[in-house]
């Protein structure tokens, strides 16, 4: 099983390559050179679609934490039940953490949201916008990736949790403790994301 | 990192498998159960453990063999039930685990119908977990050649006979040999396994096979006193690995008496600390002047270093660990319904605790 994944890990990483020397080479060949010119790339791209990736990144690498954690903590949670059916119902509690990183990215995703809208100027966009779509994307992943890992950790920490309640029971509020403070991380991307869109306004075009 | 994805394949069957753990019998219900005085008495109290599914049909006078035969029945249920519920990553982790009772199975095989016995009886004794589908047909071989060619080729131990198979003929001593050699080849494939498994699989079982092979080769030389065993025949046998090899290992194929052994042992520090309270006659029967013999400290040793192994969460080394603890189990109720039994309350302590 491993060496063909290995196989199609080498042709995929050939062919990428390959396509991209290719074209690179194409265009320094035929005098086109100029026309790979990231910079000017970056500065064409309109601020919607700036402002609507922070909003993807933001619930979607929230969920993908959530995710992650639940599965970690509950498969153990499962584990531990079978033979002390007792930690199932205290258990949940790592769950519901894990449910809250979610639940931040879906909160900052309304938030950011509320100020998208069409801009319908001649002028097209202002710098206000600009400013707008930039602290969304960067706002948005900050808290994406905050979430992903509070979600990893918390998850963990719930495994840990339901394996040594099961063995003593004395042990779960302690490593409860932890886990609080794992929560903590997500909260921590939530400020941030609402300090850096703090002062965007909503899209408006030119005036 | 190996957190983040364990549990995707493992995790379920590490929570059960650390409810087996918790299950193991603790000091106070020890205690309990050498106060009994009669079989029936130990019966009762057994019945609180998780062996009471097993136990409670048997008709009363329940003898020693029975006991054991029960308990190791609820042993393979619980590692069936592991088997049975596992993919791919942690499968084949338990599917090494049972090689080793497959040696013990092939060389029972070989050596019943080398003494003619009926082939039934034979199987009944072989260990359940040790099964695999052409091991009846062994019954039928009488050299290694014809062994290995009908029989083993197509069994998972087939590497392991790439050493054994100049023996010419079985007999007594031979056997022995080729049990040595099976099992060697089957620790080292095993180590190499669990490095490629990563941390912290990798760290937690080689401390168990490492001790494991030490184990190995202190037994191998004090048996071999006064057999016709050669020395460089009995330096093959050693596993290459462990913190005796190389060194420790040459100089132990070179030895003819207990004492040169324990001078050998004494110059690691874990193993001298553990020595210093023994009796080094090979025989367990603990007589009066000492605590322990040298097999009682290997025990403990062992013991000590697979409740070590729980202390970490996502590895598979709790598998291993929790295998080798429940056996020891075993042997201890044995042990205290043996004592009782022939009536000898004074040594009945002189099993290794465990919790």
Redesign the interface.
Known sequence: MSTYTNYAKTALHTTVAGLAVWAGLYLLLTGRGERFNVGGYLLRISPYMWGVYGISFCIGLSVVGAAWGIFIAGSSILGGAVRTPRIATKNLISIIFCEVVAIYGVIMAIVFSAKLGAVSSEGGFSKSDYYTGFSLFWGGLAVGLANLICGLAVGITGGNAAVADAHDQQLFVKILVIEIFGSVIGLFGLIVGLLVTGKAEDFAGVI | MN??YF??DA??????????R??LITAPQYMNLTQCETMDDLKLQLATTDYSSFLQNEPSPISTSTLSARCTDALVAEFQYLQQNSA?PISKFLEYITYGYMIDNVILLITGTLHERDTHDLLEKCHPLGFFDTMPALCVATNVQDLYNTVMVDSPLAGYFRECLSAEDLNELNIEIIRNTLYKAYLEDFYSYCQSCGEPTASIMAELLKFESDRRTVNITINSFGTELSKDDRAKLYPRLGNMYPEAQTKLARTDDMDQVKAILEQYGDYKRMILGANMNASSDGTSGSDMSLEDIFFANEVQLNKDSFEQ??HFGVFYSWLRLKEQEIRNIVWIAECISQQQKDKVNKYTPIY
């Not at chain 2, 995790?11 to 087996?20: A, K, M, S, T």
């Open positions: 957190e983040i549990n995707a995790g379920y069957l590490e929570g059960v498998v650390r409810g087996y918790d299950g791919e969460q996502f």
